[in-house]
DNA sequence: TTTT
DNA sequence: TTTT
């Protein structure tokens, strides 16, 4: 079945590398991705997308990217759930990146040239 | 900023279908999207993703999908938190659709025809 | 940077299964994909876009599918030109296939479920 | 049927505006797309990959960008065919823009975070 | 709360 | 836990 998501966005901190017990590195990182439209007062709301990366592209992308980085990412949408301390059940989402781009640090005006 | 969904899976119930205060339709529906690989020890796990119909898009899915359709959807990740009852933040992410397609409903023997 | 297509249609032709010299199998198609809305007049039309696939997609699409499925592709769009035998420059674009879905050969009534 | 393109990608030259005849903005543009892949021989290719815009998309991307911005697209491929003054079939194929993102104009130095 |  |  398809299951494919790109995002533009601004890392919410520096990446947090680690590594699994067999040696494998994986990083999370927090996509903040504006969108696209106002809310009914005007407002432009952010989402805050959890994405996780693995390998070279971990490795890489802690290497070149901070906070405020502006990344691309492709990859696809996993859920999880598992029972908290209190038994509770907790549903978690995020993108498993397949790849990552690096498009700049500056204080980047990205600017959106489009209406409908 | 970029922020692109595409998804093809199946309805795990059938759509639940309302309508707010002023009178605008939504639905939810949880796709169920197999993944194109294995765990390590062969098994093929499936992703659960939540998506958000409005209007048209959401009356329309609730007249001609049930538990089981097919369906495709294009859309974006939105995220949102709030408290629950206990004072704990709960994280939501889910799929805001803008376009549905019905694909069909038959025990459909789709197949994977990738391999890396 | 960033190149992500993704279609769902339908095979015009049987795929055309070839190997190169070296003996990679390489596969082209061209899916109908009827698009989503309709000219000023009424018309649903349809684009004709051509893909190629190579090794194991290639073969496995050209054993499983053929005139008339419905497959998804996901891919990039790729260019390329040459001159032809009368010394005019040809532009041609297609999409490379990343991976294939096999979704069905049924006279399959896809149905189309937004309105915006 | 599912028709859906992202591409980030920079401006080969100024965007080319102009109107129909009852007034309708149009703008061409081509993107020039880093592969993210060599060839054999280690060189990286790039695709040429002409958009069409309209209406207001058309007009912003003429007033903010020019040669050597980087713009985010998304829309669906569309194509079309003529028969040229010598009577010989030309087939068309672009990506007709749905939206339109402003990333930048600098000498950007994107980098690819990826390795499969 | 999970579909075939 | 949120970026500019």
Same mark, same amino acid.
């Given at each position: 079945?398809?299951?494919?998501?790109? /995002?533009?966005?601004? /890392?919410?901190?520096?990446?947090? /590398?680690?590594?699994?017990?067999?040696?494998?590195?994986?990083?999370?990182?927090? %996509? !903040?991705?504006?969108?696209?439209?106002?809310? &009914?007062?005007?407002?432009?709301?952010?989402?805050?997308?959890?994405?996780? /990366?693995?390998?070279?592209? !971990?490795?890489?992308? !802690?290497?070149?990217?901070?906070?405020? +980085?502006?990344?691309?990412?492709?990859?696809?949408?996993?859920?999880?759930?598992?029972?908290?301390?209190?038994?509770?059940?907790?549903?978690?989402?995020?993108? %498993? !990146?397949? +790849?990552?781009?690096? %498009?700049?640090?500056?204080?980047?005006? &990205?600017?959106? %040239?489009?209406?409908?």
């Amino acid at each position: 079945m398809i299951n494919n998501v790109i /995002l533009v966005g601004r /890392l919410t901190k520096d990446p947090d /590398l680690r590594y699994t017990a067999d040696g494998q590195a994986v990083a999370n990182v927090t %996509l !903040a991705v504006a969108r696209n439209f106002k809310t &009914s007062d005007g407002v432009v709301e952010t989402d805050f997308i959890n994405c996780t /990366l693995w390998r070279k592209t !971990a490795e890489n992308t !802690a290497n070149y990217c901070k906070k405020g +980085s502006v990344i691309g990412v492709t990859g696809r949408i996993q859920t999880r759930n598992y029972e908290n301390e209190t038994g509770q059940k907790i549903y978690v989402t995020d993108v %498993l !990146a397949e +790849s990552v781009k690096f %498009l700049g640090t500056k204080p980047q005006q &990205s600017r959106e %040239l489009v209406e409908n």
